[in-house]
């Protein structure tokens, strides 16, 4: 079965930073877009960040662009998401997600849609205080 495994949540102060892992298995990974999403506690899940099956094309939010970076190391099954200067809004369970991008010879573009997405992470919780 597939699994996909975040690790890196914590508590930080403001300003400070974090980098989250999400391992993932069960599936192909040099196949799949990955994702970051967040919700924050009473709110609705939102996009974060995205990176195409073989790291080409990046998109992120406009509340992160400039202090989030996605990153993937296909060899190791893994996507990365290096969160900089951190503010007490980033405060969420971070979820991340696989949506398959290579079917045989065709290629999907990418999705900031949550609903696009196949597979999901448990999450992990990233707590920002002041």
């Known amino acids: 079965q597939v699994q996909l495994v975040e690790s890196g949540g914590a508590l930080v102060q403001a300003g400070g930073s974090l980098r989250l892992s999400c391992a993932a298995s069960g599936l192909t990974f040099s196949s799949y877009g990955m994702a970051w999403f967040r919700q924050a506690r009473g709110n609705e899940r939102e996009f974060v960040a995205t990176i195409s099956y073989n790291g080409d094309t990046i998109w992120y939010s406009d509340s992160v662009r400039g202090r989030f970076t996605i990153s993937r190391i296909n060899a190791q099954n893994t996507v990365y998401l290096q969160m900089n200067s951190l503010r007490l809004e980033d405060t969420a369970v971070y979820y991340c997600?696989?949506?398959?991008?290579?079917?045989?010879?065709?290629?999907?573009?990418?999705?900031?849609?949550?609903?696009?997405?196949?597979?999901w992470g448990q999450g992990t919780q990233v707590t920002v205080s002041s």
């Open positions: 997600a696989a949506d398959k991008q290579r079917y045989g010879a065709v290629v999907k573009m990418p999705t900031i849609k949550d609903y696009e997405y196949e597979y």
